[in-house]
């Protein structure tokens, strides 16, 4: 359901964003025939390719990363190319959470479950082509207001679209580790934070840049406990914990009093992109040291 709301919410606001760009009804036309090209020529590649994949659902996530990153390359186009490069994506990321669906069902299910496992599938569909176009049209609003307004409201529904797919991942229960979880929340949030100060004169776009900062953050913090929690022995549990909370209580001091030092001569965003290389310092010290066990 979050899948299909995704790509229908995204797909109608592209055609705002591209007439926002001053594209006409013809190309408008073209880059929704896009969306459909790559797909018709790999679907048979990529269905072969899923019937001897051992693990669907890493597929299926797989899958919903390629439509998040489709849906961020529309939010952040500045003209009709990445539209299409966007576009293209976003097609084939929706073509392979389908056949890793259907795949998994086909695969999983017996003969006598099949028609209910396809009908709730179907239905899931059904009710995310519904809510999609729903949300986004509520998102861009009535046309009135000027160009640049219209075109962040444009921009805010494109970057929902992309986290509704996103939402997706928590519930895909096993597709990566523990510890490849919180290496994609230390980059994620290193990402998405590193971007409001370049584009504070759309706060709408800004404040979404936040909020999926926030949402990467948010998921990395379990994941850390339970990871402590299970790399010592029992009865060193609360011990490993409160060694934890000892190390965010030192970054909360130390990280703050090293940002100001660079706030001061370089200015506030060089404080925000300080906290984002430490972020993404951190998921590279997490793979090496992962890699090396």
Not at 11 to 21: E, F, G, M, N, Q
Not at 209 to 216: D, K, R, Y
Request: proline fraction near 4%; glycine fraction near 12%; charged fraction near 10%.
């Amino acid at each position: 359901m979050l899948a299909q709301g995704s790509v229908n919410l995204l797909r109608p606001v592209t055609s705002y964003k591209l007439l926002a760009l001053g594209a006409d009804g013809l190309t408008v036309g073209l880059v929704t025939a896009v969306y459909a090209l790559v797909p018709l020529v790999a679907a048979l590649a990529l269905a072969r390719r899923a019937d001897r994949t051992r693990r669907l659902l890493r597929a299926a996530g797989a899958a919903t990363v390629v439509l998040g990153t489709g849906g961020a390359l529309l939010a952040l186009a500045d003209g009709v190319l990445l539209v299409v490069a966007g576009t293209m994506v976003l097609g084939v990321g929706h073509l392979l959470f389908t056949l890793a669906g259907q795949a998994a069902i086909a695969r999983y299910s017996r003969d006598s479950e099949l028609d209910l496992g396809f009908g709730w599938f179907t239905a899931s569909y059904s009710l995310g082509q519904a809510l999609g176009p729903l949300l986004g049209g509520a998102l861009v609003g009535p046309a009135a207001g000027s160009a640049g307004d219209r075109l962040a409201r444009v921009d805010l529904a494109l970057w929902v679209g992309t986290g509704v797919a996103l939402l997706a991942l928590p519930l895909l229960t096993g597709w990566l580790s523990r510890t490849s979880w919180v290496l994609v929340s230390l980059v994620g949030a290193a990402l998405a934070l590193a971007l409001p100060p370049l584009v504070l004169d759309r706060s709408l776009l800004a404040a979404a840049c936040l909020a999926v900062g926030g949402l990467f953050l948010g998921l990395g913090q379990p994941l850390t406990m339970t990871l402590i929690s299970t790399g010592v022995p029992t009865q060193w549990r609360s011990q490993a914990l409160a060694v934890r909370l000892v190390g965010n209580r030192v970054g909360q001091v130390a990280v703050p009093l090293l940002a100001g030092l660079v706030a001061a001569p370089l200015g506030p965003a060089a404080a925000i992109w300080l906290s984002c290389a430490l972020l993404g310092g951190s998921g590279a010290y997490l793979e090496l040291a992962h890699r090396h066990r």
